[in-house]
């Protein structure tokens, strides 16, 4: 790795440290109810990003960081198999109850990670390799490179663009800081070094968050910004009651969130 690589990497690597809580199963087990509720509702995100990758009927695909299905299960009618890896056995269990209950027989899953050897795990080649919001790992230009080698044809990896998913007026009401990790201009700049030319498009998402109660408001929150101090909790709460409103019989907040993804891909043909 030459000393561009170093940089970018070593930054990325940092701020990876920083969020030791995410990088474990656990704190994905815990947080699998909640994306599990999600599958029942159309996404723009997921629906976006399918109709921008085009899949041929008779493909077959790696889906890393698959959670309990957000893309996989959507995609699999549409592909020839689906090999789905996941180091959350709660979010493989859902994955697993979501194939069943929807009759889809051509999804594989495979308890992993990105830093385990995927020759032992069985994950093998695939036409295209996927890493959908999934790129949590300290050594990125080595994900990277095993994401491209995974794949025979196509690479599609997705990022966040600024502050991405996080929701700013969360942080400003508890009164904690908040910066901006880095985002896909890392994941793009160390391909670059890499050798690997990628192209990057975007696509944007209005989301709004509603929720049954205060109660649901509060917990899925505070899954969300990670431990909570008691001040932070009391906060959060006089918040939510402020500001939740009553739209068609759950609460909201009264405006959305606008966020921005970049899609980075590169087919494996072009830049070799």
Not at 79 to 98: K, R
Not at 149 to 161: E, G, P, S
């Amino acid at each position: 790795m030459n000393t561009a690589v170093s940089v970018w990497a070593e930054q990325w690597a940092r701020s990876q440290r920083k969020n030791t809580a995410r990088s474990t199963p656990s704190f994905w087990d815990k947080r699998a109810p909640e994306f599990s509720k999600q599958l029942a509702a159309k996404t723009e995100y997921v629906e976006d990003l399918i109709r921008f990758m085009q899949l041929q009927p008779h493909w077959s695909v790696l889906d890393v960081g698959c959670g309990c299905g957000t893309l996989a299960l959507p995609l699999a009618k549409r592909v020839a198999s689906i090999t789905a890896l996941d180091f959350s056995p709660t979010m493989l269990e859902l994955l697993q109850q979501g194939c069943a209950e929807r009759g889809v027989e051509n999804i594989t899953t495979i308890h992993g990670r990105w830093e385990d050897d995927w020759d032992s795990l069985g994950v093998g080649c695939h036409d295209v390799a996927i890493s959908s919001r999934s790129l949590g790992v300290s050594d990125l230009p080595a994900a990277l490179g095993k994401l491209d080698q995974a794949a025979r044809r196509k690479i599609y990896v997705t990022a966040m663009v600024g502050g991405g998913p996080h929701d700013r007026r969360i942080y400003q009401a508890i009164n904690r800081s908040f910066a901006n990790g880095p985002d896909y201009i890392y994941i793009y700049n160390i391909l670059h070094e890499m050798g690997i030319y990628a192209n990057v498009s975007f696509i944007t998402n209005t989301v709004w968050n509603s929720y049954a109660d205060l109660d649901e408001a509060m917990a899925v929150t505070a899954t969300k910004m990670g431990e909570l101090t008691a001040d932070e909790r009391t906060r959060l709460q006089e918040y939510l009651t402020a500001e939740l409103v009553s739209y068609q019989g759950r609460l909201r907040l009264p405006e959305p969130r606008v966020i921005r993804w970049a899609i980075i891909y590169w087919d494996k043909g072009e830049w070799r």
